[in-house]
């Protein structure tokens, strides 16, 4: 069985051109890559768990939500403009390749609520530190944040400013 970050692929020129996509798809194909990378993700929050990992949309669900179940914690979803039902908060952010606003349900977290932010790739950072803002509008403690994979060119970690960990699976 080959390491999980093995299976992760670069497609050059995706979704434009110039942007290399980190393809993780093949290691959710593969039973024990997918458990092997959501181990390496859970690891640092074993101890100490969230009350909840808040997921990015879209990929940031499938590792949020297993996540979740590997470590018996509630998912919370931040979506994109018009997808949740109920009254929102919205937060605008620039993205490696275009603008974008995230929206989190208003009553999503419960006074108390510790939460962990989780997305698959870490580009420019933008994305995790709107998903951090959000969380923050309500109230709730941010343990940190996990992803996969970073584009360790694009600087994300450095920008990430707040005093809680962002641990990336596989560090680039
Ligand atoms: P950023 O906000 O720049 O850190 O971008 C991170 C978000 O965009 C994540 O939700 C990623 O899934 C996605 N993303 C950005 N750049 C890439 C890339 N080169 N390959 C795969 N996903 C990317």
Redesign the pocket.
Known sequence: MPHWSTLIREIPDFPKPG?????ITPVLAEGAAFAAAIEAMAAPWRDTPPTAFVG?ES??FIFAAALAQALGTGFVPVRKPGKLPARVLHHD?????GKDRLEMHADALPPGARVVLV????????????AYALARAQGAEVLGAAVLVE?AA?G?RARWDHAVPLHVALPG
């Open positions: 942007i290399v996509f980190k393809d990015i990929r940031g952010y620039a993205l490696e390749y997305d698959d790739v870490l580009a420019t950072g933008g994305t995790l530190r709107a584009l694009l994300g």
